[in-house]
């Protein structure tokens, strides 16, 4: 196989990942961005994991997905709740936690 | 017991007897006794607080009673001993024991400190008694018993330790009881600042002993009296003469020598008692003690011993001068002591030849100013505790047994042929004419001094026309203070005995050498007499200025400068205060302004940076989720990059 392939996917999916929760304001696309980033880094990880035949990538991978799936449980809850009282879920707008 | 090689007399200064001193046995096993027991009274009496009220005072006196006992079965064992025999040393316990330098707690029982112990305690317990009458009013009489027995131990520490470590320990005990007992009626806010001033003043002094037994440990690895004595002919003379002034220094101090004389006129803020026990007979007189125990360092440093004669002068005359102006009794007296002191001081400063007359001047002096303070305080008792001349008169008749035991105590000050102070002062200003006419005439002229200042005190108080306040009954005192006055008035009489055959310098002679021969001018007799005849001049000035015609009942304030400089102490405390005191308080508020600009200046400077700048890179926190996350994608890039960089080069 060609890692060359995959690797240069998974660059350009974290890419995308990143720039949209750079840019993006609604807090669900940069929550669906998030998600895009770290199953990037999931697809690196098996590819390398393949490459070098060891199973600890592909191991890491799975931690990743069990997080990832955590995360997005507390992650909606916090915009949900944010959402509720604010009517809006514009990362922008809860801005008040600062100096 | 390790054999102690004790030249107490260096060989060239005139042979003498190298005594070395045996260890304490048989009788002399109790020589710790004298110690034990008023410190024993002194810790049931602070322990028990008000509970000793009732019956403190007699314990304190009977504790420094049985001392004394104890003192006088020493001293007349020691007197049984062969010459060679009468230095007794009895080792306690080590006090430190720091590499090659040891501190051993062990007292030295030797002709010098036989003498002063039985002065201590025996002066110190007709003192005892008589407070117990003087202060039997006082609420808080236990606490004062307390001190005074604190007070024996701490002298007795100082003139039995046999290592100038343990002097030192004694030295400060003595200060700590003087400034406990000056401030004894501490409501009163001039006992208050007196007692400070003592304790301030005495400080000064004491920086002269500290240093003086860090030279001796610098240079000779030790600072007991045995190896100081020993390595004295080969220090340098400049280590010589430093060890000599330092200890003048603290002499000084002590004594109320010029130029730290200031405190004790002051110190007669105190109850009575504490004048006549700490202030007059022994406290003030630890200096001269030092001196002379020290009289191997200062025969090895002639800069040293002037220094000490020139002090002496210098004091004997001021102290004289004062005492002509005072109106408060006690005052009087105290310059009196000062004077007297520096009379002690000269002789010692003379030498071999002057410092068995030290210590019998210092003995003799012991008992007729304990005598006559006691005395002014029998008068103040009677006054409602009056203290100013100008308010007594004709206190003969009222109160004969002050008046007779007082008398006993001035004709012996003065030099009246037979009486004590005669045979002391007489020898005094005989050696003083030997070391060189300045010196002799100075002590004449002090004598006649003395003279006139006591014979003003005595027509003051005793004779001339009665100037009392209305609401003053004079009455006599009651026996408890009679029968001290009595017993110190005899002392003040007959004292004189002590040189009978020379005694008292053959007694010492094992500590300081022998006597050496001095030559006079004149046969002694006719010096003598000069003596009298200029003492008997200083009687009849003050007779035809006090003793006719009316006194004024309050201070004249047209008086001479002379008049004025002498009632202001002759301005030591203005000099003190133009010249240590306003300068040092120009040097303080300087370090306070250094410390509050520059100091603190750059703390807080630093202070403000810091936080000026974490106000600005507070800033970076905006709340923006999104500006973060670029943060953290910057980080990120930033590190992989840097781990490239790292990994390719």
Redesign the interface.
Same mark, same amino acid.
């Given at each position: 196989m060609n890692p060359g392939a995959y690797i240069t996917l998974s660059a350009l999916l974290f890419s995308i990942g990143?720039v949209g929760?750079?840019?993006r304001?609604n807090a669900i696309v940069?929550f669906m961005s998030v998600e895009l980033m770290l199953n990037a880094c999931n697809l690196a990880l098996v590819t390398f994991a393949k490459q070098t035949g060891d199973l600890s990538g592909q191991v890491a991978a799975f931690f990743v997905m069990v997080v990832a799936a955590a995360e997005v449980v507390v992650g909606l809850a916090i915009i949900m709740s944010i959402f509720r009282t604010r009517r809006s879920a514009s990362?922008?707008d809860?801005?008040?936690?600062?100096? | 017991m390790t054999p102690l090689i004790s030249p107490w007399l260096p060989a060239e200064a005139g042979g003498g007897v190298p005594v070395l001193p045996v260890e304490a046995a048989g009788t002399f096993w109790w020589l710790w006794l004298i110690i034990a027991l008023p410190a024993l009274g002194a810790t049931l009496l602070l322990l028990g607080g008000r509970l000793t009220n009732p019956w403190g005072h007699l314990l304190g006196t009977a504790m420094s009673a049985g001392s004394f006992g104890v003192a006088l079965v020493m001293f007349v064992a020691l007197l049984g001993r062969s010459e060679e025999e009468r230095q007794v040393r009895q080792q306690l316990w080590t006090w430190l024991d720091v590499g090659d330098y040891t501190v051993d707690m062990s007292l030295l029982f030797d002709p010098l400190s036989a003498v002063f112990v039985l002065l201590i305690t025996g002066v110190g317990t007709l003192i005892h008694i008589y407070s117990i009458g003087y202060m039997a009013h006082d609420e808080r009489r236990g606490r004062f018993f307390a001190y005074l027995n604190l007070f024996v131990v701490a002298m007795l520490v100082l003139v039995l330790a046999d290592d100038y470590l343990a002097v030192f320990l004694g030295w400060e005990g003595v200060g700590l009881a003087s400034y406990l007992l000056i401030g004894f009626w501490a409501h009163k806010q001039s006992a208050a600042v007196a007692a400070k001033k003592a304790f301030v003043v005495n400080r000064v002094g004491d920086v002269g002993m500290s240093l003086a037994v860090m030279t001796m440990v610098a240079t000779f690895s030790t600072s007991s009296f045995v190896g100081v004595s020993a390595g004295m002919p080969e220090a340098s003379s400049g280590t010589s003469t430093a060890l000599g002034l330092l200890l003048l220094l603290a002499a000084c101090g002590k004594s109320a020598q010029v130029p730290l004389q200031s405190w004790l006129l002051d110190a007669m803020e105190g109850p009575t008692p504490v004048s006549a026990l700490i202030h007059a007979a022994t406290m003030v007189t630890a200096g001269v003690y030092l001196i002379v125990r020290s009289n191997y360092v200062y025969a090895e440093t002639p800069v040293a011993q002037v220094a000490v004669m020139a002090v002496g002068l210098v004091t004997l005359l001021f102290g004289a001068v004062i005492g002509c102006a005072k109106d408060d009794i006690k005052k009087a007296l105290a310059g009196s002591t000062m004077s007297q002191i520096g009379y002690m001081t000269l002789a010692a400063g003379i030498g071999p030849a002057g410092y068995a007359f030290a210590i019998f001047h210092l003995l003799t002096h012991g008992f007729f100013k304990a005598n006559m303070f006691l005395g002014a305080g029998s008068v103040m008792h009677a006054m409602d505790d009056d203290v100013d001349m100008r308010h007594y008169g004709a206190l003969s008749r009222a109160m004969p047994i002050t008046f007779l035991t007082f008398a006993a105590g001035y004709l012996a000050i003065i030099g009246f042929p037979g009486f004590a102070g005669f045979w002391s002062k007489d020898k005094i200003i005989e050696a003083a004419f030997a070391e060189g006419w300045v010196f002799g005439v100075g002590a004449l002229l002090g004598a006649g001094v003395t003279a006139f200042y006591m014979t003003r005190v005595m027509l003051m108080t005793f004779i001339s026309k009665k100037r009392w306040r209305s609401g003053v009954h004079p009455h006599e005192s009651p026996s408890v203070m009679t029968v001290p006055l009595v017993v110190l008035g005899a002392l003040s009489a007959v004292g004189g005995v002590l040189l009978l055959g020379g005694w008292i310098t053959g007694w010492l002679e094992p500590v300081t050498g022998p006597e050496g021969e001095h030559e006079l001018f004149v046969s002694p007799f006719i010096l003598t007499s000069l003596v009298t005849l200029v003492v008997l001049a200083g009687v009849v000035v003050a007779w035809l200025v006090f003793g006719r015609g009316e006194l004024a009942g309050t201070a004249p304030q047209r008086v001479s400068w002379v008049t004025r400089a002498a009632r202001n102490d002759l301005y030591g405390d203005a000099f003190n205060e133009a010249v240590f005191m306003r300068p040092g308080q120009h040097l303080v508020r300087g370090l306070v302004y250094l410390d509050d600009t520059i100091i603190d200046g750059v703390v807080n400077g630093v202070a403000a940076l810091v936080g000026g700048s974490s106000g600005q890179v $507070?800033?970076a926190?905006?709340?923006?989720? $999104?500006s973060y996350?670029?943060t953290m994608?910057g980080g990120a890039l930033v590190a992989v990059l840097a781990t490239l960089a790292v990994t390719l080069a």
């Open positions: 990143a929760v750079l840019v304001r940069v990362v922008d809860a801005s008040l936690l600062k100096y | $507070r800033r926190q905006t709340g923006f989720v $999104r996350a670029l994608l």
